[in-house]
């Protein structure tokens, strides 16, 4: 078994066909395919089904994925740190639920600690992306929040994840419609009076995940639901649908794609915990650590 061959079942897993696989990676049809035969035999299960109509996974396939993509994952970084043509650049990485607090830590952090050469990355992901890139040291912080609804959910994944959840600030739960919505002036309200309009939320991609949604009220059985994966489409849908979104109330003046929205305030009460993970007994870089002080300066009682 060789990395090849694990990116190429990757690669086949989410192709529509062993020809789509094979133009996408550059290797004749008959090479992926053989290659691939030769991994089922060494490995002695059947990673795919074949029949006529395609391919699909078998069982065995699919937790064979499980670890692939993991393996894969920490190859990338080895290559990326040791092996690419910027290996001699310094090296920090972040991944983060979408907080302003997180992304301005991150670029004071540059300004006052930027090295001759670097390559620094933040990525604004999913709940279970921020838990994996830090459980697979494709970040080395993560920040992260959960609410009432996912508290138990997300302290176990902490655990088995080895990972140290340190909170930073705890936010009350506000709704967010546009200026011109007719409940924009409001300084209270009540999700059941919110009943007629949509609430977006943000796709977490598996609806079995639910419970690793980054709102409050992640439980709550609303009766027009609209699912979005982009922020600027989600602004759009708020304005022309008069939406609603549920977040923490922590909007900014200088973000420009959160400009028109208004907070109010939530009746029901689903308060966020804010804060940051770092794998469990690891030795920070000073890039971590200075970014962690960073966060520092936001926590609060909580």
């Not at 670890?67 to 092996?83: C, D, F, H, S």
């Not at 639920?97 to 300004?111: G, M, R, S, V």
């Not at 996912?150 to 546009?178: A, C």
């Not at 022309?240 to 400009?259: A, Q, R, T």
């Amino acid at each position: 078994m060789n990395i090849n061959q694990i990116k190429y079942v990757l690669e086949v897993s989410v192709s529509s066909s062993m020809r789509e696989a094979a133009t996408k990676l550059y290797v004749s049809q008959p090479a992926l395919s053989n290659s691939i035969r030769e991994l089922e035999e060494e490995l002695g299960i059947l990673i795919f089904e074949r029949t006529n109509k395609g391919i699909t996974l078998t069982d065995a396939g699919r937790e064979f994925i499980t670890y692939a993509k993991k393996a894969v994952g920490q190859y990338e970084i080895l290559e990326n740190r040791y092996l690419a043509k910027d290996s001699d650049k310094k090296h920090f990485s972040v991944s983060t639920q979408h907080y302003n607090f997180a992304i301005k830590a991150f670029t004071e952090l540059i300004k006052e600690n930027e090295p001759d050469k670097y390559v620094f990355s933040i990525h604004e992901t999913k709940t279970k992306d921020v838990l994996e890139d830090v459980r697979s040291m494709k970040s080395e912080v993560g920040v992260i929040s959960f609410s009432g609804a996912n508290e138990g959910v997300l302290k176990k994944l902490f655990k088995d994840y080895q990972l140290e959840f340190t909170p930073l600030m705890k936010r009350e739960t506000y709704i967010y419609v546009w200026e011109d919505h007719a409940f924009a002036g409001r300084k209270e309200i009540s999700i059941e009076e919110l009943s007629d309009y949509p609430c977006i939320t943000f796709d977490q991609s598996d609806d079995s995940n639910f419970y690793l949604t980054e709102e409050a009220m992640a439980d709550y059985d609303f009766k027009k639901l609209i699912k979005s994966d982009d922020r600027a489409t989600s602004m759009e849908l708020i304005a022309d649908l008069h939406g609603y979104s549920i977040g923490s109330g922590m909007l900014s003046g200088e973000d420009v794609i959160l400009k028109g929205l208004v907070d109010i305030k939530l009746k029901e009460e689903d308060p966020l915990i804010i804060g940051y993970i770092v794998r469990k007994g690891s030795t920070m870089s000073a890039y971590g650590n200075a970014y962690v002080e960073k966060l520092l300066k936001y926590k609060e009682e909580v």
